[in-house]
């Protein structure tokens, strides 16, 4: 059997908010990639064996030398090297060459025009000049720029306000860019970075959804052998696709626990038994903890003190359960990817930006069970099409991200079933409506928040005195920073009236324009 894993690019990580775009697209290309911290050691970097290696950006400059790091050394091995933006400044500066802060800082579009032939750009382009030099739309956001080459270095491209935005030295196969090739609005990124991937660094493209199923199926079978193994199926995309794997490669042996909390969307729990118990034949034990939630939710009013009391009891709920079953000895969750890049940043203190993590509840701290994460090299897309690939349906699959503590955070202040059963249903609406007129995978999450204040309105002849709604839309790619939805007018009336006729305790709906920062999405 191949290794899919064998040719692979290493993405030294001088913290931009660009790398996992880098990694992403590297994996869209069919090869392995990882994302490692920038100071990585040569030791660390020559154990890996890549077959070619990106410098990221980065929010720094090479120019202040107490935050300018000596890349271990990875300019002489014969792997190729791309440096992307700071990255480039990093190649250039350690190579010989020399950067300064410009006067003319570049952010946004440029077009960059060909210098001469280069392995990495040839036949790469958007347009052409008058003079027949090919032009390339690229995507820009520098304040240095490199002013002198090292030596062995020639320039292959040049905007308008960076005579050196490209460079090459073919002979060490070392390449730069002052743009950002990771970026959709660089429009030949891709393939800039696929002619770096596979023909410069000779990658090959074995890294497939089937491939990664048949690859990781293998490995779980050989990590677990003929133990049993129990998962938290919360009905998430992650711990759904990490149920569809795991059963997949060990079938029967496999048992799931799903908690119902009584703060799940509309028929979430049983569309979770169809989709696994009943058409996957996976084993799923359905807890009905609606009650026991409810009363410990009784009368708590603060955010934080919901969310460590609906973690505490589902820890809790979920190890008595787990302690009725025999012979268990592994623990499945499924953290994936970018949990283990933010974690590994966090650790190190290199990443800028890290976003804190909010898990249904952690692990249960003393179950003796060693832990298995098979999904944890996966980005989000990369989970999804293997959810796709092994029979999940789209409607689990491309979800909205829900947050652990459910609808105990979008029932502001206290919490009980009346207010969620009214709250689910207004958010049933709002998401079917945007289902049906194909929003819904236009915005990144979407959802109704139950206010607790009453308004006045009428109804017929009648003075209502009820609840309202807020309704939740925003569109982000990393959840950190989001801009609220623009949504038709047409359609937040519609859903605004169905709303109000058919959830009855709703007498008015509002529609949040607030973006993060510096309001967060959830409202509690
Ligand atoms: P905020 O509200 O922090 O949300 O802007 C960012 C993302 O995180 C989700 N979120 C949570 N997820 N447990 C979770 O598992 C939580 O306590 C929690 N709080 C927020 C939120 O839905 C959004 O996707």
Known sequence: MTDIQADKVLILDFGSQYTQLIARCIRELGTYCEIHPCDTS??????????????????????ANDSFYEVEPVFDQGVPVLGICYGMHAMAKQMGGEVKVSGLREFGYAQVRMESDSELLDGISDSRMQNGACVLDVWMSHGDQVVRLPDGFRVIGSTSSSPIAAIANEQKRLFGLQFHPEVTHTKQGRSILKRFVHSICGCDTSWTTTNV?????????????????????????????????????????????FVDTGLMRLNEGDIIMQTFDRHLGVKVIRVNAEQQFFSALKGVQDPEKKRIMIGNLFIKTFEREAAKLRDVKWLAQGTIYPDVIESAGAATGKAHLIKSHHNVAGLPKNMTLKLIEPLKELFKDEVRRIGLELGLPSEIVSRHPFPGPGLGVRILGSVNKKLADLLRHADDIFISELKQNSLYDQVSQAFAVLLPVKSVGVMGDGRRYENVIALRAVETTDFMTASWARLPYEFLDHVSRRIINEVSGISRVTYDISGKPPATIEWE
């Open 42 to 63: 040569a030791e660390m970097i020559k154990a890996f064996q890549p077959k070619g290696i990106v410098l990221s950006g980065g929010p720094e400059s090479v120019t």
């Open 213 to 257: 199923i048949r690859e990781y199926s293998e490995r779980i079978k050989l990590q677990v052998g003929s133990d049993k193994v129990l998962l938290a199926l919360s009905g998430g995309v992650d711990s759904s696709v990490v149920a569809a794997l795991l059963h997949e490669a060990v079938g029967d042996q496999l048992t799931c626990i």
